[in-house]
C-alpha cells in the first residue's frame, strides 16, 4: 500500500472523527460555555489527552514500529511476535501502576498543571474530582496505542485511524444523556473519556484478531530488545512531546490569567489540530513504517525521494490551512461555537487564539514528517535536542508575550516555539545527509511556490470579508462560511494546478523498488 494511499486512508477516518469532534465541542461550548468550571474539566481532560498524543500519535510509536519492522524484515512474524507480547505484557503493568500512582496523587499533580486554581477552592476540587474521573482513560489508550502500532506495521492503518471516532461517539452520546443524572454538566464530558477508552481498546482487540499477528497479554517478562526500547523512548518523548510539552505549559500559565482563558486556547487548540492530524499525522503514520522498511531494504534513493514527497505535500497543505485558519478565525469560531452558554465575546476571544495557533500551524506538520525522518533511521536523540530548545524557546516568548497579550501571547508564543523547531531539524537533516542538496533545493523551490499561491488565497480572503461580510443570523452566516471557504479551496487548487503544485501527490503513487 502506497504512502499516498494508506494517508488518504487515514486522513478519511481522521475527518470522521474531527467531525464528529466538533459535534462534540459544539455540545460542550452549548451545556458549559467557557467558565471557571469549563477551566477545570480542560484540565481534567488535559493529562490523559496528553498522554494519548504521546503514545498514540508519537513517542511510543516512533520508538516500537521501527524495531518491530526490522524485526519482521529480519528475523519472521514469531519472533516479531514475541517482542511484541514481551513490550506489551511490560507497557501495560507499567501504566495501571502508574495510574493508580497519579489518580492517589491528583491532588497535587493539578497543583503543578493548574497553579491559578489555588485560590479558588471549588474550582481545584472540581478539577481534581473530574481528574480522577478521567484518568484511566491513560491506560486504554496505551493498550490502543500498542495494537495500532502493530497493526500500522503490518500496513493496517484503518483500525487505528478509526478508534479516535468511538472516543467522540462516547462524548457526544453521555452530553445529550447524562447531564441530568450528575451535579453538573462537566461530570457528563468526564464520565465520556473512560468509556469512550474502553471502546477503542474493544475494536483494536478485534482488528489485532483479524489481522493474523498473535498478541498476548501476560506477566511482565524479559526479552533482549526491552531495555534498548526503553532507551528509546525515554529520549522520544520529549522529542515528540514538544508540542504536549508547550501546551502544558500553556495551561499553567493561563491559569494564572482570568477565569476562561484555558477554554478560549482549548477551543482554539482543537480546531488547529484538525488540518494537523489530516495532513501530519496521517502522512507520518502511513511514512514510518514505510520508510523504516525502505532504508532496512537499502534504497536510499526511493527512501530520499519519500522524503522529499512527503516534506513537499505538507507545505503545501499545511501553508494552506494555516491560512484559513489566520484569515477566517474569528468567523469559524462565531459560526460553529457561538450559541448557549458560549458568548459572541467567548468566540471572539478564542479567535484570536486560534490565529495564533494558525500562524505555526505549517511547522507543526512538517516537524511530524522531519522527526520521521530520524526515527526511521532509530535515531531518537537528534529531535529530543531541538525539543528542548524549542521549549526553552517557547517559555521565554510566554513569559515576554503574556503580560501584553495575554491567552493569545500564549497561543503566539507555541508558533513561534515550532518554527524554531522545525528549522533547527531541516538544518540537521541538510547537515547529517539525510537528504541530498539537490533534494533540499527542490524542496525549498516548492516551498517558495507553495508560498506564493498561498498568498493569493490571503487575498482572496481578506478582499471576500470586506466586500461581504459576515451575516448576522446562523443560517445565512453558516452558508457564508462554507461559500468563502470553498471557493478559497477552489482557486487554491486551481492555482496549484496551473502552478503544477499538485505534482508530488501523482508522485506519491509510484511503486516502490523491489529488493
Known amino acids: 500500500m502506497s504512502v499516498l494511499k494508506s494517508s488518504v486512508g487515514i486522513s478519511g477516518f481522521t475527518l470522521a472523527s474531527r467531525l464528529l469532534g466538533f459535534i462534540r465541542d459544539i455540545l460542550i461550548a452549548k451545556l458549559l460555555g467557557a467558565s471557571a468550571a469549563t477551566d477545570a474539566f480542560f484540565v481534567a481532560l488535559r493529562l490523559p489527552n496528553m498522554l494519548r498524543q504521546l503514545f498514540a500519535e508519537g513517542a511510543f510509536n516512533v520508538a516500537f514500529v521501527p524495531m518491530l519492522a526490522n524485526k519482521l524484515e529480519t528475523k519472521g512474524q514469531q519472533r516479531a511476535e514475541k517482542f511484541a507480547t514481551a513490550t506489551f505484557s511490560t507497557m501495560l503493568w507499567f501504566t495501571v501502576i502508574l495510574s493508580v500512582v497519579f489518580m492517589l496523587l491528583m491532588d ?18 472540581l478539577a481534581v474530582d473530574l481528574s480522577r474521573i478521567t484518568f484511566p482513560y491513560f491506560v486504554f489508550i ?23 471516532m468511538l472516543l467522540n461517539f462516547s462524548f457526544i452520546v453521555c452530553l445529550l444523556t447524562l447531564p441530568s443524572h450528575v451535579p453538573q454538566p462537566a461530570f457528563a464530558a468526564a464520565w465520556a473519556v473512560p468509556i469512550g477508552g474502553l471502546l477503542q481498546v474493544m475494536l483494536m482487540v478485534i482488528a489485532m484478531r483479524g489481522s493474523g499477528f498473535k498478541l498476548k497479554l501476560a506477566m511482565p517478562h524479559s526479552h533482549p530488545k526491552i531495555k534498548t526500547l526503553a532507551k528509546r523512548i525515554v529520549p522520544t518523548f520529549i522529542g515528540v512531546g514538544a508540542q504536549q510539552i508547550n501546551t502544558l505549559i500553556s495551561t499553567i500559565l493561563a491559569s494564572l490569567l482570568a477565569p476562561a482563558s484555558i477554554s478560549y486556547l482549548f477551543y482554539a487548540d482543537r480546531l488547529s489540530q484538525l488540518p494537523l492530524a489530516l495532513i501530519g499525522l496521517a502522512i507520518a503514520t502511513a511514512l514510518l513504517p514505510t520508510l523504516s522498511r525502505s532504508l532496512k531494504s537499502d534504497t536510499p534513493e526511493h527512501s530520499e525521494k519519500l522524503l522529499t514527497q512527503s516534506l513537499s505535500v505538507s507545505i503545501a497543505l499545511g501553508l494552506a490551512a494555516a491560512c484559513g485558519l489566520v484569515f477566517l478565525a474569528e468567523e469559524i469560531m462565531i459560526v460553529l461555537f457561538a450559541r448557549g452558554e458560549f458568548s459572541l465575546h467567548d468566540a471572539k476571544m478564542s479567535g484570536q487564539a486560534l490565529a495564533a495557533f494558525g500562524v505555526g500551524l505549517p511547522a507543526y506538520i512538517i516537524a511530524k514528517i522531519t522527526a520521521t525522518a530520524f526515527y526511521a533511521r532509530e535515531d531518537t536523540k537528534t529531535p529530543v535536542k531541538t525539543a528542548l530548545i524549542s521549549i526553552g524557546i517557547n517559555l521565554a516568548a510566554m513569559l515576554l508575550l503574556m503580560p501584553h497579550f495575554a491567552h493569545v501571547g500564549l497561543a503566539a508564543a507555541t508558533s513561534i516555539a515550532a518554527w524554531s523547531n522545525v528549522g533547527m531539524q531541516l538544518w540537521l537533516i541538510h547537515r547529517n545527509k539525510i537528504m541530498s ?5 527542490e524542496f525549498a523551490a516548492y516551498s517558495l511556490k507553495a508560498f506564493l499561491v498561498t498568498a493569493f488565497m490571503a487575498g482572496y480572503l481578506v478582499f471576500m470579508k470586506q466586500a461581504i461580510p459576515l451575516p448576522e443570523d446562523f443560517l445565512p452566516k453558516s452558508i457564508w462560511l462554507v461559500g468563502v ?14 502552478t503544477k503544485l499538485h505534482h508530488p501527490l501523482f508522485a506519491f503513487r509510484k511503486p516502490q523498488p523491489q529488493k
Open 108 to 125: 497535587s499533580i493539578i497543583l503543578i498543571m493548574a497553579p491559578g486554581f489555588a485560590d479558588d477552592p471549588e474550582t481545584f476540587a
Open 142 to 164: 496505551v493498550a490502543t496505542s500498542f495494537m495500532g502500532g502493530v497493526l500500522n506495521t503490518l500496513k493496517r492503518f484503518m483500525a487505528f485511524a478509526a478508534a479516535p
Open 437 to 441: 542538496n539537490p533534494a533540499l533545493a
Open 485 to 498: 471557504i470553498g471557493s478559497a479551496v477552489v482557486l487554491w487548487g486551481g492555482s496549484a494546478f496551473f
